[in-house]
């Protein structure tokens, strides 16, 4: 348990109905018990835990009211942190929030550090570093399904597979090392056959659980996709359409949109990072010239390319400019305005890009909007069973990991085939014992630990 006692803000800036002050550590209750007083009388260490109580913070030195508040104590073990909690309810304006935060510090509180309180409990034991994670992941789920996949992480999907890999492994450390000490038996050539083929297994499991690494990153960062297409194609009508909101102005006029416009859009439970780019095309204007270069840009980056062609016009220079940027991308080829007169050689589009997937559209009349949305969500979840999302690899640090212990299990069936000593063996698997801790926690460095909370809100 932490020797000082953090105090900070919990709920966002800005006013609302309810504003918290969150208290936790050792002397949280006494600290507490200086600034509040119940409509009740009743001393702040009869106050059951868990309940809420009225009554007033006062400022101790001249005994003024500050605000009406509830107040909650959640004493230990059974609190967040697994220390002392106790919660201010007051109203949500910044002056009462920011006043009663002022007398915690006066009364021997210090200011948490962002993520403090998610670090304590990871440090108590009431969540490992993949749920202490997850808690970021709930704060920030753009969607149903990412908020799905972030609660399944906190109730410990994610961490019960890791934890049953890092078992196997001891089970296969625990039978070569019974060989080495039991030379006598002649066991040794049994035993070592036997964790090559749970090696082998284990490996299989991790290349499963490695694939959903890709949906995992979507699902929490948002799907990056770029809009692209000549000069009024529709794209920025395309973008309206998904955002269900006039968020892009659309013309008649060619060339309206000159800057890169991003947001969030949710299909089908994917979180798609929209940037609607400028159109493509030959342009004298400067201003323009630089919207293009930036729209051809954000194609290099793009997890997704919506390409844009008018069904009612011919295969211009531009499409065919275009055609040639999405020769190697991940990329969905839309033909808008297909309620007119058929001009687009789209037999010219399929020899081009053979293998990209077409969809005739209208963002007037939302025709092949719901096969775009299938598209999408099957390109994403590439198999994947939508249902097991919980356990899903969501970011680069789990990822890395889970590569590296591949790699240690793959130098392990490396020595066994070298017929080295089982000792070399378990060199090799303790390694990847060791590397899988790093996502729970349980055999991480303190350096990782900071800079993963330091992403944390304060409060939280």
Known sequence: MQIDTISAIATAVGEGGIGIIRISGKQAVDIASKIFQAKNHLPMRDIISHQATYGSV???????????????PMYAPHSYTREDVVEIHCHGGSLPLRRILELTFKAGAR????????????????????????????IRSKTDASLRMAVGQLEGCFSDKIREYRHQILEMIAHLEAAIDFPEDDIDEVATDEVRDNILILREELVKLLKTGKTGRILREGLETAIIGK????????????????????????????????????????????????????TEDIVEQ???????????????????????????????????????????????????????????????????????ISTISEAGLPELETAIVDMVYSGQVQAEEGAFVNNVRQIEALRQTDEHLEEALQTIHREMSPDFIVIDLRSAWEKLGEITGDTVGEDIIDQIFSQFCIGK
């Open 231 to 282: 000069p009024n194609v529709g794209k920025s009508s395309l973008l309206n359409l998904l955002l269900n909101e006039n968020r892009a102005i659309v013309t008649d006029i060619p060339g309206t949109t000159r800057d890169i416009i991003e947001e969030y859009a949710n299909i089908g439970g994917v979180p798609l990072k929209i940037i609607d780019t400028a159109g493509i095309r030959e």
């Open 58 to 72: 006062i400022d101790p030195v001249n005994s003024t009211i500050i605000d009406e508040v509830l107040c909650i």
């Open 290 to 360: 630089l919207g293009v270069e930036k729209a051809c840009s954000y194609i290099e980056r793009a997890d997704l390319v919506l390409a844009l062609f008018d069904f009612s016009r011919e295969i211009s220079s531009e499409d065919k400019q275009i055609l040639a940027l999405l020769a190697n991308k991940e990329a969905l080829i839309l033909i808008n305005k297909n309620d007119l007169a058929a001009k687009l050689d789209i037999a010219y589009i399929k020899s081009v890009l053979p293998n990209h997937k077409i969809i005739e």
């Open 111 to 138: 200011l948490a550090e962002p993520g403090e309180f998610t670090k304590r409990a990871f440090l108590n034991g009431r969540l490992d570093l993949s749920q202490a994670q997850a808690v970021m992941d709930i």
